[in-house]
């Protein structure tokens, strides 16, 4: 079946600092999404990209669809602590449901 | 409520017994997922009802998980003689319906087989 790679498993980084994560895959996927998910809690939507090559912000966050359609990647700027959490990258391909990339876990450091 | 519930939150049971956990979609949502989330994993897609079918089951792991939906609204996902293998955290998302429709997700069921 289809799977997604996403990297990386884990970061530690500073307060303010910029990050940056991906996900790429063997095949190709018509919509790319980025969840974020806090302990006990279901992922929430936090970027949604449709077209290849979309490039799209959502405040601090900013996404991108690979010309491919086999990869993305999600960056975050100036980085506060309320950023702590899991962040999966998600493909959607003619099927409805969901595939999941593994997850990154953010930490961010006072 | 405005979102997708679940219940219960926590479930822990015996290995061989069956559980059943519940799922309440967006009010007006005609699509409804059900995945489960491994520790420290992704999420894995178990199964999908357009209203009150489900046309995509592929993510069923065996035949000891099944699920229906009533109303086209509340749905219940059964584990029948649960094992060890089945603890996990089980979600529902729902959605209106259309293919590129944004799925939203529920706090999930945690269960624990003993």
């Known amino acids: 079946g289809q799977q997604l790679n996403q990297s990386p498993q884990s970061m530690f980084i500073q307060e303010g600092e910029d990050v940056s994560m991906n996900c790429t895959s063997s095949?190709?996927?018509?919509?790319w999404l980025w969840y974020k998910q806090e302990p006990g809690e279901g992922p929430v939507l936090l970027i949604a990209?449709?077209?290849?090559?979309e490039l799209t912000s959502n405040g601090r966050l900013t996404a991108q669809f690979g010309i491919t359609r086999k990869d993305s990647f999600l960056n975050i700027s100036a980085s506060i602590p309320s950023d702590v959490g899991i962040y999966f990258c998600?493909?959607?391909?003619?099927?409805?449901?969901?595939?999941f990339g593994s997850g990154t876990q953010l930490t961010v450091l006072p | 409520g405005a979102g997708v519930s679940q219940s219960p939150s926590n479930k822990v049971t015996e290995k061989g017994k069956d559980v059943e956990l519940r799922c309440d979609p967006i009010s007006g949502h005609t699509a409804l997922y059900w995945y489960r989330q491994s520790l420290g994993q992704g999420l894995e897609f178990l199964i999908y009802f357009q209203g009150n079918s489900a046309p995509d089951k592929s993510g069923l792991p065996s035949d000891r998980f099944s699920a229906e939906r009533t109303g086209g609204s509340v749905s219940t996902l059964t584990i029948q003689r649960t094992q060890q293998e089945d603890s996990a955290v089980y979600l529902c998302a729902s959605s209106l319906g259309g293919t590129t429709d944004t799925q939203y997700f529920g706090p999930g069921t945690r269960l624990t087989v003993l």
């Open positions: 095949s190709i996927f018509n919509t």
């Open positions: 990209l449709y077209k290849a090559g």
């Open positions: 998600a493909g959607s391909g003619s099927a409805r449901q969901l595939t």
